[in-house]
Structure formats: C-alpha cells, structure tokens
C-alpha cells in the first residue's frame, strides 16, 4: 500500500539547478515526516534534509545548507527537494523517504523510495 516514488534526477553542470520530486500514496504519505538522503559511489547513505509533517521543522545538512530547499505540497501529496548552486560533490542517487519520528535519521526511516541519480559534471 504504501509508495515513495522519486523523479527528477538527471545530468547537469556545475552551478546549474534541479528540482526532485517525491510522490507519497498509502502509509506512509506526503503528511509523514519527510527526508531526502543521498549515496556516492562507495559512501555510506546519508541525510541529506528533512521537513516534518507540518512543515514548520526542517533540517538540512551543513553540505546543503543555503544552497538545497526542502518543501512540501500536501495538497498533492508530494515533496520537493529544489537543488541550486550544484557542484560535482553533489553527484549521488537521491533517496526520498518517509519517517515515522522526528527528528529524521536513517534508523527511523518506514519507507524508501527506488532513488533517482543526480550528477553533476564540471
């Protein structure tokens, strides 16, 4: 029942910008708890930002910060993670996700969605 599916990724240059979606049905959806988490090639999967289900909370990583929005539209059931200023560090597959607490950590995560790739060349 419960689907987190991801879109958006793609092939950009540096300094270029890319908007991710995530479309939420069942349990969980779009009202959870909501992350982005991102993995390059022989890293480890990490939280990327975060928004609560109200909205009011977010997080962001210290690498993203001022430069990556988090948002929701609960009307439509989606999340959006806007992605400006990208540099090549930012290549990974992007993982959106669904929380059942907050704050967010991978330990907390319900539900995974199948990752979109993200690269950004120089």
């Known amino acids: 029942q419960a689907q987190v599916v991801e879109s958006g990724g793609g092939l950009v240059q540096a300094g270029g910008s890319l908007r991710l979606s995530c479309a939420a049905s069942?349990?969980?959806?779009?009202?959870?708890?909501m992350a982005w988490f991102r993995q390059a090639p022989g890293k480890e999967r990490v939280l990327v930002a975060a928004?609560?289900?109200?909205?009011?909370?977010?997080y962001y990583d210290d690498s993203v910060k001022g430069r990556f929005t988090i948002s929701r539209d609960n009307a439509k059931n989606t999340v959006y993670l806007q992605m400006d200023r990208l540099q090549p560090e930012d290549t990974a597959v992007y993982y959106c996700?669904?929380?059942?607490?907050?704050?967010?950590?991978?330990?907390?995560?319900?539900?995974w969605g199948q990752g979109t790739q993200v690269t950004v060349s120089s």
């Open positions: 069942g349990r969980p959806n779009s009202r959870s708890h």
């Open positions: 928004i609560a289900g109200s909205g009011t909370a977010r």
């Open positions: 996700a669904a929380s059942s607490v907050w704050p967010v950590s991978i330990t907390t995560i319900v539900a």
